[in-house]
T-cell receptor, first 111, second 113 residues
Framework: QQPVQSPQAVILREGEDAVINCSSS?????VHWYRQKHGEAPVFLMI?????EQKGHEKISASFNEKKQQSSLYLTASQLSYSGTYFC????????????FGAGTQVVVTP | DGGITQSPKYLFRKEGQNVTLSCEQN?????MYWYRQDPGQGLRLIYY???????QKGDIAEGYSVSREKKESFPLTVTSAQKNPTAFYLC????????????FGPGTRLTVT
């Protein structure tokens, strides 16, 4: 079952902040975040593991609420280069190694 | 340069024909994956392989087949049994399957008419 991402799309002015949410109905072991530019391959941003270990990327950070099986990606002081579609990939506790991706959140950053 | 290559970038086939998509990696990764992406949708896992000569079905394996005879290669065959084969196909690899970042190839856009 795919995780649910929200919002579907967001438009920002350069310098503004945004939050993208990802939720699952199943117990999760990890949450991965990727960004994909149009026509290109997804690029890894970060992974959040059950237990709190986290890695970051530029001014983009994320949290993982294990009790709620939810993750949030925070885009801080957005730059034009942040435009793209953001996907969360969830790794279930009963299915290690397999990622299930959300439908994506399209982010457009304008000057 | 280390990375993942997929070829060709664009592929056109007639309905009823099998077609094989290439994926090669020189990252020395154990795990490899195939995903399908349809417009406006996320990635859906077709097959994945944790080691040579072993692979598992993903969420949408019907109509597809794979092989993993070499660590660096994981070709995907789209068979005539796949009802809607037109899509963007992405290959990825990771050091191992458990909770490691995946590196994606540039993708192959397959059009079947």
């Amino acid at each position: 079952q795919q995780p649910v991402q929200s919002p579907q799309a967001v438009i920002l002015r350069e310098g503004e902040d945004a939050v993208i949410n990802c939720s699952s109905s199943k117990a999760l072991y990890s949450v991965h975040w990727y960004r994909q530019k149009h026509g290109e391959a997804p690029v890894f941003l970060m992974i959040l593991l059950k237990g709190g270990e986290q890695k970051g990327h530029e001014k983009i950070s994320a949290s993982f609420n294990e009790k709620k099986q939810q993750s949030s990606l925070y885009l801080t002081a957005s730059q034009l280069s942040y435009s793209g579609t953001y996907f969360c990939g969830t790794e279930r506790s009963d299915s290690w190694g397999k990622l299930q991706f959300g439908a994506g959140t399209q982010v457009v950053v304008t000057p | 340069d280390g990375g993942i290559t997929q070829s060709p970038k664009y592929l056109f086939r007639k309905e009823g024909q099998n077609v094989t998509l290439s994926c090669e990696q020189n990252l020395n990764h154990d795990a490899m994956y195939w995903y399908r992406q349809d417009p406006g949708q996320g990635l859906r896992l077709i097959y994945y392989s944790q080691i040579v000569n072993d692979f598992q079905k993903g969420d949408i394996a019907e109509g597809y087949s794979v092989s993993r005879e070499k660590k660096e290669s994981f070709p995907l065959t789209v068979t005539s049994a796949q009802k809607n084969p037109t899509a963007f196909y992405l290959c990825a690899s990771s050091i191992k399957t458990d909770s490691y970042e995946q590196y994606f190839g540039p993708g192959t856009r397959l059009t079947v008419t």
